[in-house]
């Protein structure tokens, strides 16, 4: 009996031996694909879809800022957009604070549509 744990023990790692490199950063290079999928992926693809629609914006479209003011597009620039918020009165602000495209029905109808 005595040869078979000595035998065992012979095969055993040696005490304070290093393991895999690899195997010890197998999961930190999980836990970082798993951030990449979801935390920054999305925000990526969100990014990208408003400056196409920030692209598109076109004179006489009603926007909403992303301050939360409502006005028509006067004039489109390369970088920034006029808007007549009423009474005459223009704003000019930077294109990438338009929000979204403004209807008076608000977005549940638009979100309603969407699930059709």
């Known amino acids: 009996m005595h040869s078979i744990l000595t035998a065992f023990q012979a095969q ?3 005490e304070g031996g290093q393991a895999n490199p690899i195997v010890t950063l197998v ?12 935390f920054f992926r999305p925000q990526q693809k969100q990014v990208k879809k ?3 629609f920030v692209s ?14 409502i006005g028509k597009i006067f004039q489109v620039d390369d970088r920034t957009v006029t808007l007549d918020i009423g009474s005459g009165t223009k704003v000019r602000l930077v ?11 608000g977005d549940a109808d638009k979100d309603a549509k969407e699930k059709k």
């Open 12 to 14: 055993t790692a040696p």
């Open 27 to 38: 999961p930190f290079i999980l836990i970082a694909v798993v951030f990449y999928l979801v």
């Open 50 to 52: 408003h400056q196409e």
């Open 56 to 69: 598109q914006l076109q004179k006489g479209q009603d926007v909403v800022t992303n301050s939360g003011i």
């Open 95 to 105: 294109k990438a604070q338009v929000a979204a495209v403004w209807s008076e029905k």
